[in-house]
Every structure is written in structure tokens, then in C-alpha cells.
């Protein structure tokens, strides 16, 4: 089972260039989300969406977009990198919004704006 | 504003021994606490907590939460390297839509 799928794995970006960020999963999860993750701050959420349709911020959504045309996939979109963007980001999925239910979480692409 | 603040932020053990790693929340309508181990990737899934004082248990690691006072602590006894890893602390609140993370504690396990 592939899971949670992210590509690229790595990205070097100049600053003001776009691009979006794939992730796809196959577990048939309504909700899915992205986190970036950055030295001694943890995971912070940037977007998430509850179904195809329906999308909206987390903690720290400037810069970026989504939509969420398919169950299945979900990407980001920098439309105007900045050096503040480089970071790892993380896409995960659940069954639901339920509260009771662990995201499961794609490997990563790690991201660099110079 | 919702937090989840995690102590402490890094560790080194050796083998056999015993850790506490700590885990405070102030998130508004409290849903539910999960841990999560991260390796070189992505985190993976320990534990859910939603009850007070029911400990959870999985081999070597343990935790427990305690809803009055506003946090949770996961114990790994008799260390391995294999734990090296970061731990990280998330709760759901709200609606349940969105999970929030602490910073994590950096275990690092000495043979």
C-alpha cells in the first residue's frame, strides 16, 4: 500500500519562482492536511481540507494555496517563494475531521529558496 | 491562542535507562492527545489519549494524561538506540480539524 505519496522529495527554489507541491493518497481519506516543519518549532499547519471542495487555513496559510479537486489529492502551491518558505513540509491524511483518528503522513519534501 | 509545549526539548540517555518526556497543552475544547515517533522521515503514530488516567501501553513505552492538570507524559523504559527519535506531542481541538504539535524532544540513546 502506497499510503501517502508527496513529490518532489527535493526542491531548490529562487526566490519569487512558483511551485506546487503533490501529495495523493489511496486510503480513501476525506481529510487531508500540510504541515510545514522548520528547527525547534515542531509542525505547523498551513491548510487543510475535510472533502473534495472544501478547504481552509491552518496557523500559518500566507503564501500558500490549495484546492482539492479529488478525494485522492490535495496539492500546495507557492505562488511567489521567499527565503522564509525554505522548510520541510509534510502532507497527512485521516479517515475524517473526526478528533479520534491518527494522521498518517507522507515522507516529506524538503524545500530550499535561495 | 492554542499551545502545546513540550519538555524536555532534548535528551541523552544511555542504554537501559529509563525517560520521562513531558507534554503541557492549553488547546480550546480538548478533543484528544496523540504521540507521534519521528525518525529520518515522516512521524508515525504511538499513542491516543482521551481518557484521564488510563494509561496506555505498547512494550517499553507508556503514557498517560491527566485532563485536570493539562498534560500527558510518555515513558520508554529499558532505552534502546533504536528510540532515538524525536517525540512529538499533538492535541485536536476545536472541531476536531485541526492538530496542533509541540516543538518535540530530540532522544538521543547512547549504546
Known amino acids: 500500500n502506497a499510503g501517502v505519496t508527496q513529490t518532489p522529495k527535493f526542491q531548490v527554489l529562487k526566490t519569487g519562482q512558483s511551485m506546487t507541491l503533490q501529495c495523493a493518497q489511496d486510503m480513501n481519506h476525506e481529510y487531508m492536511s500540510w504541515y510545514r516543519q522548520d528547527p525547534g518549532m515542531g509542525l505547523r499547519l498551513i491548510h487543510y481540507?475535510?472533502?473534495?471542495?472544501?478547504?481552509d487555513q491552518g496557523e500559518v496559510p500566507n503564501g500558500y494555496n490549495v484546492s482539492r479537486s479529488t478525494t485522492e489529492d490535495f496539492p500546495l502551491r507557492l505562488l511567489s517563494a521567499a527565503p522564509s518558505q525554505t522548510s520541510v513540509y509534510f502532507c497527512?491524511?485521516?479517515?475524517?475531521?473526526?478528533?479520534?483518528?491518527?494522521?498518517?503522513f507522507g515522507n516529506g519534501t524538503r524545500l530550499t529558496v535561495t | 491562542e492554542d499551545k502545546v509545549v513540550q519538555s524536555p526539548l532534548s535528551l541523552v540517555v544511555h542504554e537501559g535507562d529509563t525517560v520521562t518526556l513531558n507534554c503541557s497543552y492549553e488547546v480550546t475544547n480538548f478533543r484528544s492527545l496523540l504521540w507521534y515517533k519521528q525518525e529520518k522521515k515522516a512521524p508515525t503514530f504511538l499513542f491516543m489519549l482521551?481518557?484521564?488516567?488510563i494509561e496506555k501501553k505498547s512494550g517499553r513505552l507508556s503514557s498517560i494524561l491527566d485532563k485536570k492538570e493539562l498534560f500527558s507524559i510518555l515513558n520508554i523504559t529499558a532505552t534502546q538506540t533504536g528510540d532515538s527519535a524525536v517525540y512529538l506531542c499533538?492535541?485536536?481541538?476545536?472541531?476536531?480539524?485541526?492538530?496542533?504539535f509541540g516543538a518535540g524532544t530530540r532522544l538521543f540513546v547512547k549504546a
Open positions: 499533538a492535541v485536536v481541538g476545536g472541531g476536531g480539524f485541526k492538530t496542533i
Open positions: 482521551t481518557s484521564s488516567g
Open positions: 481540507s475535510v472533502g473534495a471542495g472544501i478547504t
Open positions: 497527512a491524511s485521516k479517515p475524517s475531521g473526526t478528533a479520534y483518528s491518527p494522521l498518517h
